[in-house]
């Protein structure tokens, strides 16, 4: 072998080696959702850019959230990018459980974040995990429907109008509920959208001091007011309805109004899926004049696990998925309605996306809520419809389940305020809150 | 004196097993149904039975997302594996407690299966660090020790039951022609437990396929079985029920097609001595 060829050899070696030493298998778990799914069959985009693969692990929410808690809890290391929300994030990063995501690149552009978002993802001003989508509530109604009940729908209703419309768009003769909503026991379900629903109320979780507030008027008004208006215009069995049985009821034409989730809206404009794709407009989340409304906000973010061995990569991930460039490639393989909505404050600028009739609306939906001052009155915690502490989850969970059981008439609304009030007290003792 | 049985008790009990067989059986059949429907059709009202236009579209997303394959693969190792490891320690196990019992075999037995009334989740924890100091997180062996492990009891008690309705004559006969402890387990005992021992097999294939606590808690993306396969497609915020229904069929039909042709096995066994 001739001296060029051994060098020409060798220096291939060098660089297969050196490729091959680069190249990363980095394993991201996540939920399954349009938006993630999307991402996965883009993910070849990244490998090409980057030489590193991607391994999904895919998994239904409730799954998804023990899995990853137990597995960054015990740094456990199963995975090198995690999909978690707000709730968990600042939580998380207290504990100095993430990689702080606090030297992305300037070709990402960070202050390109809704602010809303970059908050609700930080811990004392850090960001510790992307938004891949933000997301808040809003009022999806039938423009039919509410023309034949002779009432045509604000920009920003309030809750007596709301009750009012419902009551006029319900028709049982031909199975058409005024208003559909969520009534299922879980922190994220009917919990969600009753504390939610609570903020436009004046109610709040916690006083300044850690202590349960179930037992004010402004509680006792939220659930009587939520319960009457189901009671008259909700769907049967709505106590143990979420947002799939919510999702079914509107596209099959059975709902006047939904209050839910801003991304619900790309599925209800879908004539693929629903039936009443074409009759179908978008409003505020209603309020009381009290100043909150009530709309929730919510991401869907990824985090990079403190500890894990492919940290480099794994960043190049999380700028790939939430970067503009990723919005673009999405917009190019299947249209600017399927994009990730409410994460960057360039995506409303674009005139292509505010064509999207629920563009404008989801942007104004998730500009309407402050995790940092959700409620009338102050509280101690950070969250919209939650409040960003361990012991949320397991309390709400409990407070739902008894809130469910009084829409479905096994118990008063007393009863459920005064035992809701009763368990948060002894669990927030028990954690050394009080 | 046997009784007699009329021609209306045969064709009323038959009848009744029927309905019932086909109650137990409606919801893999409507999940079947499902999966060959359109996500419109998988939540149409009234739901649809028979009457809509059957597409393979479910089936064909499931294929290009997930790699079916390597979940198959990984659930017949797991649930293979864990059962031959379980029966190559219960075989002697069950031997000792049937043959050789002590005053305390039944306590040891009973405690044994009080085992499974732990709830799982009690112990998730520190079996996760202990897969995480001994580096079997996410591996097919590390699930293969775990199943084994969780079904042991039953598969212990199963075999104590077939075993104790041998003879011991039998066995003390092979030892008096000169067997070692080795040949009389080997030689004489298993293959007359044979049937026992092979429904037992099949029962906690079936088991640890299904198993969907530990394997979806100590797998990522590399040992993952099908268990976790379905649970990819299960989401709270979006309606993919025909997609998950399409899953959940390729997820069950190994197992099912299974249990079709060793039904007569499983039910011998199941019947058998003080399981029955």
């Known amino acids: 072998m001739s001296l060029r060829n051994s060098v020409l050899a060798a220096t291939a070696m060098s660089l297969v080696t050196a490729s091959g030493a680069f190249a990363e298998t980095v394993t991201i778990a996540t939920v399954n959702n349009g938006d993630m799914i999307r991402m996965q069959g883009l993910t070849d985009d990244f490998t090409a850019k980057t030489g590193h693969v991607v391994e999904w692990v895919t998994l239904e929410e409730n ?17 090198d990018i995690m ?6 994030t600042p939580i998380w990063g207290a504990n100095g459980w993430l990689v702080p995501l606090d030297d992305l690149s300037a070709e990402y552009d960070a202050d390109d974040i809704l602010p809303a978002m970059a908050g609700g993802l930080s811990y004392e001003g850090t960001l510790y995990a992307a938004p891949f989508y933000g997301e808040s509530s809003m009022i999806m109604y039938r423009t039919d429907l509410m023309e034949k009940a002779g009432l045509e729908m604000p920009k920003a209703p309030t809750w007596t109008f709301i009750r009012e419309a419902a009551a006029k768009m319900t028709d049982r003769a031909n199975d058409i509920n005024g208003i559909c909503l969520r009534g299922k026991a879980g922190w994220g379900e009917g919990g969600a959208f009753i504390t939610a629903m609570s903020n436009s109320f004046g109610a709040r979780w916690f006083d300044e001091d850690w202590n349960a507030q179930f037992d004010t008027e402004a509680w006792a008004n939220t659930l009587n007011f939520y319960k009457g208006m189901m009671d008259e215009s909700g769907p049967a069995g709505y106590a143990t309805n979420g947002f799939n049985e919510n999702l079914s009821l509107f596209q099959q034409g059975k709902c006047g109004m939904w209050i839910d989730a801003t991304v619900a809206a790309s599925f209800v404009t879908n004539p693929n899926d629903s039936t009443v794709a ?15 409304r009530s709309n929730w906000l919510w991401a869907w973010a990824l985090a990079i696990p403190a500890g894990t061995q492919k940290e480099a990569a794994a960043k190049l991930f999380v700028e790939w998925a939430t970067s503009k460039s990723y919005i673009e490639l999405v917009a190019a393989n299947e249209g600017w309605a399927n994009v990730p909505p409410g994460a960057r404050k360039s995506l409303y600028e674009n005139p292509e996306y505010m064509k999207v009739p629920f563009a404008q609306m989801t942007l104004d939906s998730i500009l309407s809520a402050n ?14 419809q939650f409040a960003a502490i361990p012991e949320f989850a397991g309390i709400a969970t409990e407070v739902s389940q008894e809130f469910s059981a009084a829409y479905a008439g096994q118990q008063t609304v007393e009863e459920a305020l005064a035992k809701a009030q009763a ?9 050394g809150y009080r | 004196m046997a009784r007699t049985v009329t021609q209306k008790r045969k064709i009323i009990n038959t009848a009744a097993a029927w309905s019932v067989g086909l109650l137990i059986f409606f919801p893999i059949l409507w999940t079947i149904l499902t999966s060959f429907k359109t996500e419109a059709q998988a939540i149409a009202d009234p739901p649809l039975f028979l009457g809509f236009d059957w597409t393979l579209e479910n089936y064909a997303a499931v294929m290009e997302r997930s790699n079916y394959g390597r979940f198959l693969w990984n659930s017949i190792v797991i649930a293979g594996g864990s059962t031959i490891l379980g029966i190559i320690i219960a075989v002697p196990a069950a031997w000792s407690m049937a043959f050789v019992p002590s005053k305390r075999t039944k306590d040891i037995l009973l405690w044994m299966l009080s085992t499974k009334m732990l709830p799982a989740v009690g112990v998730l924890y520190p079996i996760y660090l202990l897969f995480i100091r001994l580096g079997i997180l996410d591996t097919k062996i590390g699930l293969v020790i775990v199943l084994m492990l969780i079904n042991l009891p039953i598969i212990v008690w199963m075999l104590y039951t077939y075993f104790k309705e041998i003879p011991g004559e039998i066995l003390e006969a092979a030892r008096m022609d000169g067997a070692t402890l080795k040949e009389e387990v080997l030689y004489v005992l298993t293959p007359m437990a044979i049937p026992g021992i092979a429904s037992t097999l099949l029962l906690n294939v079936i088991l640890a396929w299904n198993e969907a606590f530990w394997t979806l808690n100590l797998t990522a993306a590399k040992a993952a079985p099908l268990t976790a396969f379905i649970a990819s497609y299960s989401s709270p915020e979006g309606l993919f029920y025909a997609k998950l229904s399409a899953a959940s069929t390729m997820a069950i039909a190994p197992i099912l097609i299974l249990g079709w042709f060793s039904q007569k096995q499983l039910v011998s066994g199941l019947t058998f001595g003080a399981v029955k």
């Open chain 1, 423 to 431: 368990l948060t007290n002894d669990a927030m003792e028990a954690a």
């Open chain 1, 371 to 384: 995790p940092e001052n959700p409620t009338v009155d102050p509280v101690p915690y950070v969250g919209v």
């Open chain 1, 63 to 79: 799954v998804l959230r023990q899995r990853v808690t137990t597995d960054i809890s015990t740094k456990g290391g199963a995975f």
């Open chain 1, 278 to 292: 074409d009759k179908v407009s978008f409003a505020l989340a209603p309020d009381n004049g009290l100043g909150k």
């Open chain 1, 83 to 88: 999909t978690i929300g707000m709730y968990e």
